[in-house]
């Protein structure tokens, strides 16, 4: 078609592009999801409607993109890793965080329904996330980003557990559950919640002590283009078209796996060819 | 709170930010909406439901994000320009990006049903947008920004119009009517149009042709900071918490001014102080 | 010719590119010319032999590098600023800055034997220096940036001459001579100067107290491009390939202007068409 | 010290900051050493003044900077790798690449007079080099980076040899010997040579066929640092002072080996630990 003579403005847009071969983690998070969560009643310190919507929201963000590979959740955040030769929006770092940002919204909004049946959404308390991408050149570093985020988990909640009985079991103030927890260790805030509530912190939902980890699993259907023979810079290389669709359909098809587990250890890692090749 | 020995994953994290004093436009675009459209039934060459919640999703962004000066839409795509010296976020390229595209996705999907209240959204196609953000150094540059859009509004439409009211009206398939407007110019699709099916395009509906302008009009309440005679290194520099806190009051409070006019033209351009300064 | 297997490395290569249209400033620092000035004696406060030649590299440079309006220096560091419109290297930071301190390294080795003919340059101890490129959007904080870098030289230069008179005519030690400076404020210096060793700080050299300005001056021959009557967009639209070289080749014949005035008024800007357009 | 009013300029400083733990290669290439080698009669097709004099500059620089473990280099260009790891200015991209460019620029300079003593150099003919920043995630992708370029001094010194051969020795013009070898492959060079001229290639000099291959041998001296038995994830944490300055130390002592071999099998990259380590 015609090209106008404004055309040139194009000329500012740069994009910019993620490093190949490396490992991309987006991480969304909710904005303002403590007035969100205070103004649809979130139970505390953990609401399993709010956690198994996020979880609903990235099982079906990963079935529409195949090239995510794995992702975990706690509280009102996710990240999502996509396989390192992704070459999804040819690794534009805005137009990935942009879309998963809005894929993740329109799920979220979509299965509100179906978990908080009584609370309908209100024009003024739309539920929105932002996105970053994060590359991490090996495995060790990505291993070490999702230990993060679930020492991150576990502090949060181990608190959180604690200032909430405080308050709803011990009767104490916010201000007061505050203080009583300052200063405290890990082991004081076990103590704490056993010799005086009888919680076994062990025997908390263990989605919400360990989050929530999700793999696409392709150990079923081995894909023939994994030659061990194949040298690494073969495997570097653009693969042809074709091999992206035949493994794009099987990636399609993996099942999405929800667990709890701990991902800090290493038995967690021994499996990672099932999601990670 | 305790810090995990993996928190050096932390450093990996690099944020793009936009250079100071440029005019940062963000532009959303529908994803697959050429599905999307076919799949809920968008009248064709325009419809005007869809139009229309594309603008109300545009003006109640505006409403929530302040330092949105103006925008303008047509088809699935909107632009958003942000006053030149925001500091919204940092000016970090990824959060803006993924915010404008889950706030608008939110809001469009919030409000499908007041436009299409018979087709409800189903899980296997809902509505989604991926961004951008462009920087332009100086107002004349923003201004072929948006010159640009609405040229390509207008030679999309008479296109498209043209296309479809040979289906339509004269029977032809979409092969054949691609073929009769091969190699045609404007004056061509305004002849064929007007002598074979009796249209004057330039009576065509507005929105439709010239697409959608939208404006903060901050005419009506001048801001006191705007002292002319100060010198330019002043105003470059930070404003103090106070304000810019007054600023955004005001902006909060002015109106969103929806026109379907020239904005190729000086007329428009003349006005500029209204919502540009 | 054949391309090897390898050739694939080449899409892990990342040009940062500047953005159209602003004021790019490539500012050079000596590395380590703390050290170096002491090794081959440069006179305190001030080196008339070491300024004049970094003057005469810059110069050198401009004349090799047409693209370059102006440049500001003082001390072991030189700003060199490109017109806005300026397509040198596409705008390639990484080539810009690399090119710089390469191509201002060559000049003051080079010329080095001319200004310090009895202190040969030995392999141990070479000059080296290195850049960044930052960019304005506008001439407002383009003029800010050159008054910046004039007000560093003078708050440096008052106090090193101080400093060193101290020492110098004064007899303390560099211990001592801090202890007097500490807290004192620009009066306090001159007056110091003044009433202690008779020195009027103002007749000091302009080229130690103002810097050295360097402009290209194009305003004996304007370039018939230069139709005021053409709008902005023309003007940021790329120019055929003939302009460009006859551009060029006025820009090469102008004569670099050497100042020690002050730039921070307006005085100096009101000029600024002479070099800036 | 006292701080003027237009220090706020420094806020468009924009930093690129190359990731964390990718291996770095910088590459210097001769600006215009066409029209350079020309000016200074340079042997075709090599010049093996030229050739070691770009060796010693590059030596000259690895002493100095002890980030760097390895480099390549043919012709008029040079590629130093950094180790993973390297701090080096923390890993801003514009201070490493006008760093290594005047660093370089200035060896080559001073040493120029020792390999081209009868020709010394001219102001209006310097010796200039531009450089750029590469990251490469993996030690796969490196090793293809290194084979790329010896590949590309292979496929060009067989170009060339052949060329020059048959215009000196085979008396043809540059236009002729350039059509004698459209569309040859490598077989019918090598047989050109050897049935028309009696030139076995494999004989000709290695640096020529091969290019430079530097490395900073630290096996010598291993470090205590490097415990096989700590996790990756403290490998990837920072370093103390301490342990850095003692690192540094080792690799300043460590001795430069240059070599000529072929580094695109795996032998060369069997020892690879002995320098990438």
Redesign the interface.
Known sequence: ??K??????????????L????YIVIR?DG?GFHRFSAHYGFAKPNDSRALNLMNKSAV?LMKQISDVCGAYGQSDEYSFVLQRRCRLFDRR???L???????????Y???WHDYFPDQP?V?SM?????????????L??L???F??RQ??CH??NL?NTSFWTLIIKGGQTEKEAEHTLMGS??ADKNELLFSRFGINYNNEDAMFRKGTMLIRDISGAPLQTQNPSQK??IA???KSKRQVEREEKKRNKAEIVESHDDIIGDNFWRESYKWLS
Do not use: C, G
Not at 97 to 107: D, E, L, N, Q, W
Not at 127 to 137: E, G, I, K, L
């Open positions: 078609m015609a106008s003579r404004f055309e040139y403005v194009r000329t500012y847009e740069q994009d910019q592009v490093l190949p071969n490396t969304l904005r079906s770092e805005a137009k965080v942009s879309t998963f940002a809005s894929t993740f919204t329109a799920y909004q979509f299965y959404l024009a739309l539920p929105s996330f932002d996105a970053r991408a994060v590359q991490y050149p090996s060790a570093e291993r070490d980003y230990s993060w020492a991150d502090i949060n608190y260790n890990s690494d810079h570097l290389q653009k």
